[in-house]
């Protein structure tokens, strides 16, 4: 992997929400901003400004880049706090900010878990958990690092990487409130693309 060009962590994200929105921003690099993406902006930009404090036990290092070279991932944690063991050890523990509230799916928690893989990696310590902290509700969702969940990470992981070295662009699902609520949705255009040949012609030929 370390001869290729890194996946980025938020990317895995994406790739769970979509695997099409995934390749769109990630072979065609587009992106567009909607309230959502606007929100979250303005959410990272409190915490993403390098720095860092200790209080007692614990050191909190806001905006840290992050990598993993053997699985060919980096990016950057909103917040890493480094909690400091009897054995005079830090157990790193990732703290990522979202807007909105805990979701069904478990996008947020993949893009935590890769940055628990890098920690791990750059550290050479275990990470067992880490946590998401939602602006809606206002509080810390606690995120433990179980094999499943690092499982999913890693098959994200390589079907990002199978994205990328293939170059192909997935076809397009629609799914209304999944898609309605993408900021790509006018250059994905998913209704258009899910439409059988047949219509398509056929609204060709009416439009002539």
């Given at each position: ?115 628990a893989l890098c920690l791990e ?8 958990e880490g946590a998401l902290f ?28 199978d994205i990328v070295q293939t ?42």
């Amino acid at each position: 992997m370390q001869d290729l060009e890194p996946i980025y962590l938020s990317r895995l994200q994406h790739y769970l929400y979509c695997p099409r929105q995934f390749a769109l921003i990630e072979l065609e690099n587009i992106w567009a901003e909607n309230q959502f993406t606007a929100e979250g902006q303005v959410l990272h930009q409190r915490v993403n400004q390098a720095d860092q404090q200790k209080r007692g036990n614990v050191r909190t290092v806001w905006a840290s880049r992050l990598a993993n070279m053997e699985l060919g991932i980096e990016g950057v944690a909103d917040v890493v706090e480094y909690h400091r063991q009897a054995d005079g050890t830090e157990i790193p523990l990732p703290i990522e900010y979202k807007r909105g509230k805990p979701k069904a799916h478990r996008a947020d928690e993949v893009q935590l878990c890769a940055q628990a893989l890098c920690l791990e990696e750059m550290h050479s310590v275990t990470v067992p958990e880490g946590a998401l902290f939602y602006g809606e509700v206002r509080r810390r969702h606690s995120v433990i690092f179980d094999t499943e969940l690092r499982d999913l990470t890693l098959q994200t992981i390589l079907a990002c990487r199978d994205i990328v070295q293939t170059s192909i662009t997935p076809p397009a699902i629609y799914h209304a409130k999944k898609c309605n609520g993408c900021s790509l949705i006018d250059q994905c255009l998913p209704k258009d693309f899910c439409r059988s040949a047949s219509v398509w012609l056929a609204a060709q030929l009416k439009k002539d």
